[in-house]
């Protein structure tokens, strides 16, 4: 009898996360409860490719994609003359084949770019010259394969610091801001059909957005090609607020030019610094007080999420007039890099999405009642 009753169990069980994924009757995607306003995008990882939870995820909630590693240089140019451009490939075909808008996320960072990108043969660094020489052949070739397939390419990241400095990165010792200019000019080139953006964390920061911004009517005043300006949301609970995200939407959007609201996640652990933003060379050991929700998130913080994202995508509705796209970095929970970050070994839960792919009841909840909003 009791084995049985397991056996029932285990097939109850089995026919429960077979179905969890799938869209009950009457019941909206999240693309669909803003259709008339933005794209709602997701970040992609290998495991996403694949898994048919997934797929049938993006297809009902989602009707814009990034990659979330796909495209960076390490993944697909990891040596000279190499390219690697299976995953690559078989992401732009999904997105062609969800009829999303399709995102190319990046051409040139500062991070996940092989040393041999600047260095010789001889191992001597590589100056201005070759260096860009290098960075536009690897433009050429990722977006000449690409073209007529991806909407809008994310051609710069994270070129500045928090207090609005260029970043000392090997790109701009070498080679100063013309890199950015110089990448900017060959995307249009190769082309010119899909949107081009800058993109970068901590946006909300005054300094960071006016020195962000500054290069940009630099940029245009030059005739150089740029549509728009990807804020990252790496976000809190409490930080940034509304206001002073608004700020810089405001800031941009008098430029003429559109704000994609990128990489949004709401970090609901605690770290040892306090950090805010995404500097990914920012790391901490393991320790037990900074893992306070081992066994689950509490119901009072998974209600304040919920209020979090109502805000969110309450002020980006606002300003739908100039907010075009607003894309989650992650599809669920445990595809989030915040699991490993700035602590490895942790659960975050940053995302619309519990791990077995349902849509936790609180966020669809808030994100219906602002959909409901005039």
Not at 306 to 325: C, D, I, M, N, P
């Amino acid at each position: 009898m009791v084995r049985n009753n397991l056996s029932r169990f285990f097939i109850a069980l089995s026919v429960i996360v077979s179905v969890s994924f799938i869209l009950p009757e009457g019941e909206t995607g999240v693309k669909e409860l803003f259709k008339d306003d933005f794209f709602v995008g997701a970040a992609l990882n290998n495991r996403n490719m694949v898994d048919t939870k997934a797929r049938k995820i993006l297809s009902d909630h989602f009707n814009s994609i990034s990659p979330e590693n796909l495209l960076k240089w390490e993944s697909v140019h990891p040596g000279p003359g190499r390219y690697f451009f299976d995953q690559a490939d078989k992401y732009v075909q999904l997105g062609n084949e969800m009829e999303a808008f399709v995102v190319g996320h990046t051409l040139v960072w500062h991070k996940q770019t092989p040393d041999w990108v600047f260095e010789k043969k001889d191992g001597g660094a590589k100056n201005k010259a070759e260096l860009i020489s290098e960075m536009e052949s690897h433009i050429q070739t990722i977006m000449e394969r690409y073209k007529g397939k991806v909407n809008g390419w994310d051609v710069v990241n994270e070129a500045f610091t928090d207090d609005g400095a260029y970043r000392e990165s090997k790109w701009y010792t070498t080679a100063g801001k013309d890199f950015i200019k110089r990448a900017f000019i060959k995307a249009a080139e190769v082309d010119p059909e899909p949107e081009l953006y800058y993109n970068d964390y901590n946006m909300w920061k005054p300094e960071k957005i006016d020195a962000v911004l500054e290069l940009v009517k630099e940029l245009r005043e030059e005739g150089i090609k740029i549509d728009g300006v990807g804020m990252q949301g790496h976000y809190g609970l409490k930080y940034p607020t509304i206001a002073q995200i608004e700020k810089s939407i405001n800031k941009i959007s008098a430029l003429g030019l559109k704000v994609m609201i990128t990489e949004l996640d709401i970090d609901v652990l605690p770290n040892p610094s306090g950090r805010q933003g995404a500097d990914i060379d920012d790391n901490f050991g393991y320790e037990l007080q900074y893992d306070p929700y081992r066994d689950g998130i509490p119901e009072d913080v998974r209600r304040q999420l919920a209020q979090r994202y109502e805000e969110l995508f309450g002020l980006f509705k606002k300003h739908k007039e100039t907010v075009s796209r607003v894309t989650f970095w992650g599809v669920r929970d445990s595809d989030s890099w915040l699991n490993n970050w700035p602590i490895r070994g942790r659960k975050a839960y940053p995302l619309l999405f519990e791990d077995d792919y349902s849509l936790k009841e609180e966020i669809k909840e808030g994100l219906m009642g602002i959909n409901a909003q005039k």
